[in-house]
């Protein structure tokens, strides 16, 4: 049997730990593994070097080292956002919530269940290239508003969100603006002051750091609510051991993401760019998902008719291309992507869809293999579907005509 090498096409869903954290982690691991709450100078100096992370962190999106809260991930910090600033304005009587059709489920299932808690939750369409509208969010904007979430860039489509003119509303408006950064964070460049950020949450492994680890930006002067009971750490509000290791590894990530920024979006955008020309030209029936104007740096998503794209998925495996058919939280669902449904795409089309990520670690061989290797998975999986059977009978009867 012969071994391909693997193209690594699903960035999106998580990245390659890059060296400069591998490092951090294992210094850290094997020489800095006290724990960061003891008293003892071995404690005090892996606080030291916590609380240096933490600074390098903080300055890289433009907060105050104080402002951090370091957390498992961009779910738990989408949590921990949203629910704090809910509560806060249902002790001012506010209880109404703006958000987006396509938010992440960490998001969504949040505002799901503040829903059944009597929270009024307002849900902006994101037409059908994927983008908010700011005039239709500062109408949405009502007295007793007291929330806007509203995700920086999907993590399915890649589109980029006007986080500019969102926090510049929400500010005129006195509004807390919250944002899921998790797929920006370490490739755009983010300064929550200027941006008028109140929060954002981010996750370290979507830009080569560690998994496990994540963060939440809080602006000072908001108030979060205790996640969990126990001890002091993370300012008394998040209790548990420190996990010097990953926060380490993230800084070290993030510092070494933010560096190479500018020349990896160059890059990686040339690829993302050749592989959608190169698809959309030799493949019939295909679409690019959300538009094109601003757009991550290396998402590609694409939607194919008369295929499901867990057949496509499957083939590509076998071909040792790694992609994935949207989020990968819910990649065990045979339902359409919401995220496809909010941009009004119907569900026979959304079932076919495939999306890959790249990074700077990916490479144009790894493009060629996979404009080489789709556009006959595409063909071989079309002669089997009775759904493009029927597409081309109805087709040609509408020519005969």
């Known amino acids: 049997m012969i071994y391909l090498k693997t193209v690594y096409a699903d960035n999106a869903a998580t990245t390659p730990l890059c060296a400069e954290a591998f490092e951090a982690m294992k210094q850290s691991m094997l020489e800095d593994y006290a724990n960061a709450s003891s008293l003892h100078t071995p404690g005090q100096i892996a606080a030291a070097k916590v609380l240096e992370a933490r600074r390098e962190i903080a300055e890289l999106i433009g907060a105050n080292a104080d402002e951090i809260y370091f957390t498992s991930g961009g779910t738990e910090s989408d949590n921990w956002a949203i629910t704090s600033a809910a509560l806060r304005g249902e002790k001012q009587g506010k209880k109404h919530i703006i958000s987006t059709a396509f938010e ?13 808690r ?15 509208r700011p005039d239709e969010l500062e109408k949405a904007i009502r007295a007793d508003t007291c929330l806007v979430t509203v995700m920086y860039a999907n993590n399915e489509i890649g589109t980029i969100q006007p986080i500019d003119e969102i926090g510049r509303i929400c500010k005129e408006k006195k509004v807390c603006f919250h944002t899921d950064a998790v797929q920006a964070v370490g490739h755009l460049p983010i300064n929550v002051k200027a941006q008028n950020i109140d929060m954002l949450s981010f996750s370290s492994h979507k830009f080569h750091g560690p998994k496990g680890i994540g963060a939440l930006y809080c602006r000072k002067g908001i108030i979060l609510a205790n996640f969990m009971q126990g001890g002091a750490q993370e300012h ?7 996990n010097t290791p990953a926060i380490l590894g993230t800084a070290a990530a993030l510092k070494k993401s933010c560096a190479d920024m500018e020349k990896n979006a160059r890059y990686v955008s040339d690829l993302r760019d ?41 083939h590509l495996d076998l071909k040792g291309i790694c992609g994935s058919s949207g989020s990968a939280c819910t990649s065990g669902s045979l339902d359409p992507s919401h ?14 869809s495939l999306r890959l990520t790249l990074s700077e670690y990916n490479t144009a061989e790894d493009v060629d293999r996979i404009i080489s290797v789709l556009p006959q998975i595409v063909a071989m999986l079309r002669d089997m579907s009775p759904v493009w059977e029927r597409i081309m009978k109805e087709e040609n009867s509408d020519a005969v005509q």
């Open 104 to 116: 992440h489920h960490a998001v969504l299932h949040t505002l799901k269940d503040l829903e059944r």
């Open 118 to 132: 009597g929270f009024d939750v307002t849900y902006l369409d994101v037409h059908s290239d994927g983008y908010v």
């Open 236 to 242: 008394g509000k998040r209790p548990g051991t420190v």
């Open 274 to 314: 050749r592989l959608i020309d190169s698809i959309l030209t030799t493949i019939p029936r295909s679409r690019l998902n959300g538009g094109r104007s601003e757009r991550l740096p290396g998402n590609a998503s694409f939607c194919f008719e008369g295929i499901e794209g867990e057949s496509l998925l499957l």
């Open 339 to 352: 995220v496809l449904l909010a941009l009004g795409l119907p569900h026979e089309i959304a079932h076919g």
